[in-house]
């Protein structure tokens, strides 16, 4: 049988099975060629927030078809992405008033470092031209992005000796619920690599609360507080990057929002579209974006991807903030939660197994970390069985499910992940 032409994302191609061919999928299930119908415990990759085939969902798409598909943002504009971006300032924390549209998480942080680094520029700081990054840190796989993540435990070390150096600070390691005294030692760390480097850098990179690729750490509240703070104290801009994290993932509508904190500049991706298209949103606050006001036209900002803003991505991004705050979102992000902590922390059995170092929530989202990452080989072929779709990287065997997820349905996937380590 010839090879197929079409090149997988992070797969040996010469020893991968032939994938299975999603032909559709409904409410938190995709359907495979044959009829067999998966449980979608990652809501693919984490973006698939209100699960498949929503109806208002694919309505929006439709009508916004039948209007306008795409139009350059370059010296145009149109309404769809004028009310997303109304949409946006209103829902984030306050201050970020000034949006910049991108196709992808990637893309939109590397818009936020190069606003960071011309922001300095424009500021006289011309030397502040690094980023500070966090260990255990994944931004995305774009050029930009692969110098700002994990160094030595990331997915980009082939690429080192191509991308550019820049300083990282250790990752935090108190847990969401620590309390302050036990934050102190991050704080000092993160304030000990500022003292050495604040001089080069333009900004500190964060996912606030939840370090998701790189192995879904969870982390405190009172870490970005000291951040936001930090940052300040060393003429540094904070940006957080809720690619992942925002749209509820962690309990509330934004993990700056457990904190109270507004970043200088915000990344939305994943969730922006109930991932029913590629897009992604930049936020800046009013001292960033004045930056560049000027007379000089080389002040302005120097990007300009051509989907950005796109019609169909802007339509169906309102329409799934709709639905998200229609339907009480945050309310049923709470029942999963619910769930998660019962299941997953409080079974005594799965945290004593001798193969497991430890079991963690936040929001929606949970993870069993196991010592040894082959105690995992098979997984996700078990939970396949057991007619749900997990995809274990690494030590890390977790959940992100679609917020439309039944009781039943998490108790479904939350079953398979402990049968794994409790019924073979």
């Keep these: 049988m010839p090879a197929s032409p079409l090149w997988h994302p992070y797969a040996q ?28 415990a990652t809501c693919s990759w984490w973006c698939m927030i209100h699960g498949y085939g929503h109806p208002r969902l694919v309505a929006a798409i439709q009508a916004q078809a039948e209007t306008l598909c795409h139009v350059m943002l370059g010296g145009l504009s149109h309404e769809p992405a004028q ?13 970020l008033d000034h949006v910049f549209f991108s196709d992808s ?3 939109g942080m590397e818009v936020a470092m190069k606003m960071a680094v011309q922001y300095q520029v424009l500021e006289g700081r011309p030397e502040k031209h690094r980023m500070l990054s966090l260990m255990r840190a ?26 550019p150096s820049h300083p990282f600070a250790p990752a935090p390691t108190a847990p969401y619920d620590a309390p302050p005294e036990a934050v102190a030692a991050d704080i000092q760390a993160l304030r000990a690599t500022l003292e050495a480097h604040h ?52 309990g509330r509508m934004f993990a700056a929002d457990h904190a109270g904190v507004t970043p200088d500049i915000m990344v939305l991706s994943k969730g922006l579209t109930g991932g029913y ?31 950005m803003g796109n019609p169909l991505a802007c339509r169906v991004a309102l329409e799934s903030l709709a639905v998200f705050e229609e339907e009480d979102y945050l309310g049923k992000i709470a029942g999963l939660n619910a769930i998660l902590r019962a299941e997953l922390l409080e079974d005594a059995a799965l945290n004593a197994h ?34 749900v779709w997990l995809r274990p990287f690494g030590r890390w065997l977790y959940t992100m499910p679609a917020y439309i997820t039944t009781p039943e349905e998490m108790r479904r996937i939350t079953g398979a992940m402990k049968a794994w380590f409790l019924e073979r």
């Design 105 to 107: 998480g990637s893309v």
């Design 199 to 250: 001089h080069e850098v333009a900004a500190l990179l964060m996912e606030p609360l939840l370090q998701a690729a790189g192995g879904l750490n969870m982390t405190s509240p009172h870490y970005l507080r000291a951040a936001r703070e930090l940052c300040d104290e060393f003429d540094v801009l904070l940006v957080f990057d809720e690619v992942a994290t925002g749209f509820g993932r962690t």
């Design 138 to 163: 994944y931004h995305g796989d774009t050029s930009g992005c692969m110098a700002v993540c994990d160094p030595e435990e990331g997915m980009h070390s082939l690429f080192a000796g191509f991308l």
């Design 277 to 307: 298209l590629g897009h992604a949103a930049t936020l800046a606050t009013g001292r960033v974006y004045d930056a560049f006001l000027s007379d000089d036209p080389n002040h302005a900002f120097m990007h300009g991807p051509t989907f």
């Design 13 to 40: 191609m010469q020893t991968q099975p032939v994938p299975p061919t999603v032909v559709g999928g409904q409410g938190a299930h995709f359907t495979l060629a044959g009829g067999e119908r998966l449980l979608d």
């Design 83 to 95: 009310r997303l971006a109304e949409a946006l300032v209103r829902i984030t924390p306050p201050g």
């Design 354 to 387: 001798p193969a497991v170092n430890e079991a963690r929530v936040l929001g929606a989202t949970a993870v069993i970390e196991v010592k040894e990452a082959a105690s995992l080989d098979g997984a996700q072929a078990f939970a396949r069985e057991r007619g």
